[in-house]
């Protein structure tokens, strides 16, 4: 299942941030580290690489995780803020929602993230073992 979720959601990880992030850059929370980055070229991660991703989640008891949009026109921003079941966590789904913006996918506990920058790098943060499991 894929469902929006409130501002707040987004407003409680903004908060997480470093205060001053290179517009473009990927969002990476400052109490996340930082493990490597993966070219990809497209503006939502392909299916090989969710794939890995979703068995890291399931093998760690993580049942869905947030899609923010990290770019959106004013006004729409209750648009670009999502919850998605692991099960619904692929390629096509993330290319409805995402209309060619920066995005990331982020822990329900905001304990890790996968974020895009300009130049469709992902970036991974979080525990080592997820960096290591989508590698």
Known sequence: MIKTVHKD???NFVT???E??????????ANLKCHGEFD??????LDSFLEKLRNW???NGQTSAYYFLLEY??????SSFFEIDVSDLNEENLDDLNVGY???LVGKDFDWLISSDEGKFYSVAG???LFNAVS
């Open 9 to 11: 959601v987004w407003d």
């Open 73 to 78: 026109v004013k006004g729409e921003e209750e």
């Open 20 to 29: 001053k992030t290179p517009r473009g850059s990927a969002a990476i929370p």
């Open 16 to 18: 997480l941030l470093p």
């Open 127 to 129: 525990p080592v073992e």
């Open 102 to 104: 920066r995005s990331a």
């Open 40 to 45: 990809m070229g497209v503006w939502v991660p």
């Open 57 to 59: 989640m399931l093998e």
